[in-house]
T-cell receptor, first 114, second 115 residues
């Protein structure tokens, strides 16, 4: 199953753009890359998902190079409320019946300072 | 109002007792999952179910059991065989596990403390 590697922690300041990079060197052809956000004592919340190139929604952008061995989550103009743990997931096909089961790593703890 | 509910939010049990955590969804999702999270750690998969009456072990299934008798419900039982049951338990659902990984919707979690 594909594994991901991302920084354990990052610090930023309000109003700055934050880029969190995730490496997934053995990503399979059919795998998608998904990012989640988790606040303390809450369940993770979906942020964005992509397969290649660039995906943008109202809260973030996801950049995926052509080789797909890494991806970068970009959060524009962060605020204090963006302080959270961010998980990069690659759900490989490996479960029963060829099912795609996501695996969560430890994530990146982002702290936004005033 | 669609979503996933978990109850209770906090649960306290004595060592040696089995305890069942509830998870219900009204999103009409086929797939459901149980994760465990320890302080400062990521989520680890306990069990998942792709469809009613079917479920598969995840990475840390020992000491846990599940059932999927209804599409909406996926209860998790923490048995006395689980050596370190104190943790934050999260239930999630997604449309399916087939084809690719779809967005998972998570419940608010149950914090289990066993003493």
């Amino acid at each position: 199953l594909a594994k991901t590697t991302q920084p354990i922690s990052m610090d930023s300041y309000e109003g700055q753009e934050v880029n969190i990079t995730c490496s997934h060197n053995n990503i399979a052809t059919n795998d998608y890359i998904t990012w989640y956000q988790q606040f303390p004592s809450q369940g993770p919340r979906f942020i964005i998902q992509g397969y290649k190139t660039k995906v943008t929604n109202e809260v973030a952008s996801l950049f995926i190079p052509a080789d797909r061995k890494s991806s970068t989550l970009s959060l524009p103009r962060v605020s204090l409320s963006d302080t959270a743990v961010y998980y990069c997931l690659v759900a490989s096909q490996g479960g029963s019946g060829g099912s795609y089961i996501p695996t969560f790593g430890r994530g990146t703890s982002l702290i936004v300072h005033p | 109002d669609g979503g996933i509910t978990q109850s209770p939010k906090y649960l306290f049990r004595k060592e040696g007792q089995n305890v069942t955590l509830s998870c219900e969804q009204n999103l009409n999702h086929d797939a459901m999952y149980w994760y465990r999270q320890d302080p400062g750690q990521g989520l680890r998969l306990i069990y998942y179910s792709q469809i009613v009456n079917d479920f598969q072990k995840g990475d840390i299934a020992e000491g846990y059991s599940v059932s999927r008798e209804k599409k909406e419900s996926f209860p998790l039982t923490v048995t006395s065989a689980q050596k370190n049951p104190t943790a934050f338990y999260l239930c999630a659902s997604s449309i399916t596990t087939a084809g690719r990984a779809y967005e998972q919707y998570f419940g608010p979690g149950t914090r289990l403390t066993v003493t």
